[in-house]
């Protein structure tokens, strides 16, 4: 089965996103002063990019996943661990990586009415252990590391709820705000090259409110991509989530699902001078994060369902 995943991955796909085994909680010494851990990463990197196929990295600095002692300790330590830890990942990918999500969904995942236009560093999770070691400013500083790391790869800020316009306001904010302080010190290029829209969609997503978040971006000079779609047509959530709970879907559902892709995907083009990179969140339903809502372009037998061929020709979806 593994071959057959494999050979779905190079033929229809030239980027790929490790899930979870460049997270650092994968990566990172379990306990202070141990070893990192690059062998299972390594092995499916190396085997992709044997086939032409480039990697994003996924991600160097979140609050989830991350071993306690990285964020533990003075300030002085915890920046020196971030700092380290960055360096040292970087170092072993370069080359490798094209593109890095340094930072991970810092901003709060519901913005008050009316406090969008607020300083953004006070619209951030204080329950990070880097934000409670740091404050905001551990932000700036991971995306000033990545760039002396590595002055060659491509930097995102990623997030998810990006099509909820309140957050969108604080995220872009904060990008601008870090990128025109770096540029004031006399650099041509922005500091954060892009923002990662996570696509993590239902059937009711409101595809202007796609298109807001899209332009917004645009709008401050960065690069947007989207990062994680997929699309469900039945809640995945609480005791839903997970792989393996896929079930059979009504043809309604196919249909609807499919309209959904084709959707996103005529928007996309019409901004593809500015959208650099689509990533799926996974190839197939039953080993999606999401599988009991069937999120993605494949059944569990590695079948195309609707949502594929609607993604190839978003035009052609008359008939659905």
């Given at each position: 089965?593994m071959d057959?995943?494999?050979?779905?991955?190079?033929?229809?796909?030239?980027v790929?996103?490790?899930?979870?085994q460049?997270?650092?909680?994968h990566l990172?010494?379990?306990?202070r002063?141990?070893?990192y851990?690059?062998?299972?990463?390594?092995?499916?990197?190396n085997?992709?990019?044997l086939?032409d196929?480039?990697i994003?990295?996924?991600?160097?600095?979140?609050?989830n996943?991350?071993?306690?002692?990285m964020?533990?300790g003075t300030?002085?330590?915890?920046r020196d661990n971030?700092?380290?830890?960055?360096n040292?990942v970087?170092?072993h990918?370069?080359?490798?990586?094209?593109s890095w999500?340094?930072?991970?969904?810092?901003?709060m995942?519901?913005?008050?009415?009316?406090?969008?236009n607020?300083s953004w560093?006070?619209?951030?999770r204080?329950?990070?252990?880097w934000?409670?070691?740091?404050?905001?400013?551990?932000?700036e500083?991971a995306f000033r590391?990545a760039r002396?790391?590595d002055p060659?790869?491509?930097?995102?800020y990623n997030?998810?709820?990006?099509?909820?316009?309140?957050?969108?306001i604080?995220?872009?904010?904060?990008v601008?705000?870090?990128n025109?302080r770096?540029?004031?010190?006399?650099?041509?290029?922005?500091l954060i090259?892009?923002?990662?829209?996570?696509g993590?969609y239902s059937?009711?997503v409101?595809?202007?409110?796609?298109?807001?978040?899209?332009?917004r971006?645009?709008?401050?000079?960065?690069k947007?991509v989207i990062?994680?779609?997929d699309?469900e047509?039945?809640n995945?959530w609480g005791?839903?989530?997970?792989?393996?709970?896929?079930?059979p879907?009504t043809q309604q559902?196919?249909?609807?699902q499919?309209v959904?892709?084709?959707?996103?995907?005529k928007?996309f083009k019409?901004y593809s001078e500015?959208i650099p990179?689509?990533?799926?969140?996974?190839l197939d339903d039953?080993?999606?994060?999401?599988?009991?809502?069937?999120?993605c372009l494949w059944?569990?037998?590695?079948?195309?369902k609707?949502?594929?061929?609607?993604?190839?020709?978003?035009?052609?979806?008359?008939?659905?």
């Amino acid at each position: 089965m593994m071959d057959d995943y494999f050979d779905l991955i190079i033929k229809h796909f030239n980027v790929v996103t490790l899930e979870n085994q460049m997270k650092p909680d994968h990566l990172a010494p379990r306990q202070r002063g141990g070893e990192y851990n690059f062998s299972t990463a390594d092995n499916m990197i190396n085997e992709l990019l044997l086939n032409d196929i480039l990697i994003h990295g996924h991600t160097l600095v979140w609050h989830n996943q991350t071993h306690s002692w990285m964020t533990e300790g003075t300030p002085a330590q915890v920046r020196d661990n971030l700092v380290n830890y960055i360096n040292t990942v970087m170092a072993h990918y370069k080359g490798k990586v094209f593109s890095w999500d340094v930072v991970n969904e810092a901003v709060m995942e519901r913005i008050n009415p009316g406090e969008q236009n607020n300083s953004w560093k006070t619209q951030l999770r204080t329950e990070s252990g880097w934000y409670k070691a740091l404050g905001a400013d551990f932000i700036e500083l991971a995306f000033r590391t990545a760039r002396e790391a590595d002055p060659d790869v491509e930097l995102y800020y990623n997030d998810y709820h990006l099509n909820n316009q309140r957050k969108a306001i604080v995220v872009a904010n904060m990008v601008k705000d870090i990128n025109d302080r770096y540029k004031r010190e006399g650099n041509e290029r922005n500091l954060i090259d892009g923002v990662g829209m996570q696509g993590h969609y239902s059937l009711t997503v409101n595809i202007d409110d796609v298109r807001n978040t899209i332009q917004r971006f645009v709008d401050i000079g960065v690069k947007v991509v989207i990062s994680e779609l997929d699309i469900e047509t039945r809640n995945a959530w609480g005791t839903n989530s997970g792989p393996r709970k896929d079930t059979p879907m009504t043809q309604q559902e196919q249909k609807q699902q499919a309209v959904v892709y084709a959707q996103l995907f005529k928007l996309f083009k019409e901004y593809s001078e500015f959208i650099p990179r689509i990533t799926l969140w996974g190839l197939d339903d039953e080993n999606s994060w999401k599988s009991f809502g069937n999120p993605c372009l494949w059944d569990g037998d590695l079948n195309p369902k609707q949502s594929f061929f609607a993604v190839l020709n978003p035009n052609r979806t008359k008939g659905l």
